[in-house]
């Protein structure tokens, strides 16, 4: 089914409401943190490639006030059955059981663990709409949503890279999930109408107008959840990390971001196993489709660019096996329906899928979708339009 949105002026209301409700006071400020898509370029950020992410407009809202003590009190809608969660400034120490407040706790701890000083604590309401383990980045959209309030609380002492960084420093130290900088450059970085080129190797990046005339971009939820951390994901690196060594025993490459196609095919003979043949072929593969495909876009060339998309989801199926029954029936009926491109996007294993459709088509193509999908699985997906947006900001109140 279509999920509508709901208005940012309603969202601040209700939880303006509800702040007052939980800390007897009004909110200071607000603030919100996109989410974000990954156009093409799927598990290549930890193999040193191109990654072709966007902001969407949905993500994390917070209320805040400061507090004239250190404690740091959090309370988030989407997990209301915790209550109010409280944490000292200083005392950051992670638990890793404490669950999704490791995410702001991080962020604060990331700060500190910097030298910045953290003079006072916080009053914190948060509220998404991301779905959860959609694959649409809330946990970036956290951590940089707190990167943005940390940082105008305190005298932006970081860039916007800098800030990226520190959240994957969380994610992958904190959370115990080994990603890349994707995720939270994206959010981070993110511009409306446009995507970023990013080089995770050098860490360069160009910003891309997304001009796709008739069509628009939908998200299609397959609503079946998955944790990085409890999947296969930092296996899919380890076996990247095998088959880069086994490459590296007669040749020298930094990493599968820097073979070209040739490349990988002149040395495949060093990978003496099928399934890390396979693993490093998706990598090498999709950090070229992701530069082809963006050539394509910039000359306008939206079929093309679309067949690049089918093509990298076909790789993700195969090669890196990681989409599952639920992605490969939204992303097939999508072929199946006239969408032009779609392929997964995150990190797979459930979450998301998106596909560019013909806007004059996007209502018949939910229904067939949708239909087949909750015919197969026994429950429904949930389709949102993509608007492409800016990354993390101040809302007036």
């Not at 067949?307 to 490969?328: C, F, K, Q, W």
Request: net charge negative.
């Amino acid at each position: 089914m279509t999920k509508k949105v709901i208005s940012t002026n309603k969202i601040i209301s209700d939880l303006t409401s509800k702040f007052k409700d939980l800390y007897q006071q009004k909110p200071t400020k607000a603030y919100f943190a996109p989410g974000r898509i990954n156009l093409i370029g799927e598990h290549t950020d930890y193999n040193g490639g191109y990654v072709f992410p966007c902001a969407i407009s949905l993500g994390t809202y917070a209320l805040v006030t400061p507090r004239t003590d250190n404690q740091v009190k959090i309370y988030s809608t989407n997990f209301s059955e915790t209550g109010i969660n409280t944490f000292q400034l200083d005392d950051l120490n992670i638990n890793r059981d404490d669950g999704w407040i490791n995410y702001p706790k991080g962020m604060f701890k990331a700060f500190a663990d910097k030298g910045h000083q953290l003079d006072h604590g916080f009053n914190i309401l948060i509220y998404g709409n991301l779905p959860d383990g959609s694959g649409l980045s809330s946990s970036a959209s956290i951590e940089m949503l707190f990167g943005k309030i940390l940082n105008d609380q305190f005298g932006d002492v970081f860039s916007g890279p800098e800030l990226a960084k520190l959240g994957q420093h969380v994610e992958n130290t904190d959370i115990g999930v080994n990603s890349g900088i994707m995720d939270q450059y994206a959010v981070e970085m993110g511009q409306k109408n446009t995507a970023i080129l990013l080089d995770t190797n050098t860490m360069k990046s160009d910003l891309v107008p997304i001009k796709l005339g008739n069509y628009k971009i939908v998200i299609m939820n397959t609503n079946k959840k998955r944790g990085l951390k409890d999947s296969k994901y930092n296996e899919r690196r380890k076996e990247c990390e095998e088959a880069l060594a086994l490459v590296n025993k007669v040749a020298d490459f930094s990493s599968f971001g820097a073979m070209s196609n040739d490349e990988f095919d002149e040395y495949t003979y060093t990978i003496n196993n099928a399934t890390l043949l396979k693993r490093a072929r998706h990598a090498v593969s999709e950090n070229q489709r992701t530069l082809r495909a963006v050539k394509a876009l910039r000359n306008n060339a939206v079929d093309e660019f679309g067949r690049l998309m089918n093509a990298s989801h076909i790789s993700l199926e195969y090669d890196y096996e990681v989409t599952g029954p639920n992605l490969d029936t939204l992303v097939h009926e999508a072929w199946k329906n006239g969408a032009i491109g779609a392929r997964m996007t995150g990190a797979g294993f459930g979450g998301c899928a998106i596909a560019i459709v013909p806007a004059d088509q996007i209502d018949r193509f939910i229904k067939n979708v949708g239909d087949t999908y909750n015919y197969r699985f026994g429950y429904d997906a949930d389709f949102y339009i993509a608007n492409i947006a800016d990354g993390p900001r101040e809302i007036q109140i």
